[in-house]
């Protein structure tokens, strides 16, 4: 019988309910459009925001239906319209406004690169949540983000003093970078040390270790600055090299971190750029306030960031360890085949520097980097120590690394200690030193030395791709046909998500006449690799050379 009345009221009050949504609706009551599209939502989020944005135009004001409509747009990533149903919540809402939603608010701002709004928002909501410590926190971060030192400044002083008897070491850490970021070493010293006294073992135990801001940001370009937990007098500043990304930990940053160095880094947004974007007066003037106070200043970098240390760390004078310098678009000692493809901005010359005797570790051998270093690098740093690395090639971090002693010229140069040696002795634990050697060979007309040099190069290294060209270039030239493409095919499956590998076998293929192959090889790696120019255009030219009309054999 029980069971019979809950029914009953259950059905009564589902009864109750459609009529009043129904005279709601007949009403076009604001709390119609609501009620309904939250209804909508448990199923069907489009039919919901069909139904909010009905209720929106007769109602555009109602915070509820508004609020709403921002987080079915911020699901959908349309931050625009999330940002502005948001705003307007926040706006009409009568009622105390939780801090989420403000801090919502403030990071879809931030997704969108709206640092203004961002503010404004995080002020707003400190006053309606003064003592919200998060909300603080983001107030003084946002400040920073737009590279406004002094508010930012402002803040954190403000934020230290508020919570002096809780603030985290790391804020007021932060707040001793702001200091050395304007250029005042002396504020910078004094709230350091500071920290370091009162906080003891907490910083010096910290499992990071330093904090960072980043200085600069063009979009393309990012100066980031990092500050160790301990007392230093030495700055590294490093160049990433043409690969590196700003996503990524900066150039030789697991080395650098574990010395007792600060370190500035020059960060790239993307790959196989050369960082035409970021000028010398920006560098200056974001780099030179912080090196005040330091008494050794060391640029450190490789190929790309190699160049940039003669090019940036010679305006501050300071030390410099210089890995085979090359800058690949420059118009006269550049690779012709990359000139054309980007835009030069940078000067031609560097400017003629007599103070600084930079360390150029460079493969003489190379001709690129030879006649850069001593055709151009010279002219303009005429006190250059050049240290010499036959048939290290340009990839000559890698081939230190290779033989151990990538970390030891950066600690003799790091620590001063003097010119760094290269030992040749343990050339033979690298692949790049064989493959270089058994290149010059073959050149010379010496195949049979070059190939019992290729396969040391490969002992080593059995996956490197221009090793593995040089082999099959070999066999081609010896006569060995069938040899390279038994080997070429056991490279594809040593290698098989590398496309210049599988590149090698279809020409060789093609070389040879076996056009049959080349043709199942290119339809593997079209279906591996998908529609690559250099595969259909590879294509095009097997099907002319088979007498197979071109429309008959497509891609698939």
Known sequence: MNNVKKKLKSLICKIKGRINLFILMVKKDERYYFLKGKKLLRDDSNKAKDMFKKGLTIHPNNPEINKEMAYLEQKDKNWNAAISYLDKYINKEQKIIPPQIYFDLA?????????????????????????????????????????????????????????????????????????????????????????LNEFGEKVTNDKLGYSKIIIYDNGESRIEYYKKFTKTNQLVITFDSINMVWSTQPFAFKLLSRKNVDIIAIRKRKKQTYQQDLSQSDFIAAVKPITKGYDDIV????????????????????????????????????????????????????????????????DPKNKLDNRYVNEHILKSFPNSILVEVPYGGHGMAPHLLKIGQLKEFVNEVIDNKGVPKYNSSNRSKSNIYYRLLASTCFKRNKPIWAYNLVEKSLDLLPTDKLAIKLKIDILKHLGEYEKAISFAKEAVKLVPKNLDVRIYLIDLSNGIGKTELAKSEISKAIAEFGNKKSLVRRLKNTKKNSGVKDEKLKPV
């Open 299 to 362: 640029s450190y970098g490789f190929s790309l960031g190699a160049y940039l240390t003669l090019y940036f760390g010679s305006l501050l004078n300071s030390r410099i360890l210089s890995i085979s310098p090359r800058l690949s678009i420059h118009p006269i000692y550049g690779r012709k085949k990359v000139i054309q493809k980007y835009e030069f901005k940078h000067n031609l010359s560097f400017p003629k520097n007599k103070v600084v005797s930079p360390i150029i570790v460079y």
């Open 107 to 195: 990071d879809w701002c931030k997704k969108i690169g709206l640092l203004n709004k961002m503010d404004e928002v995080l002020f707003n909501g400190l006053q309606c949540h003064p003592n919200n410590r998060r909300m603080f926190s983001k107030y003084v971060n946002v400040a920073i983000s737009k590279k406004d030192w002094q508010t930012s400044i402002k803040r954190l002083e403000s934020y230290n003093y508020k919570y002096k008897d809780s603030s985290p070491y790391k804020a007021r850490i932060k707040l001793s970078m702001l200091y050395k970021i304007i250029g005042d070493h002396g504020k910078f010293t004094n709230q350091f040390n500071l920290t």
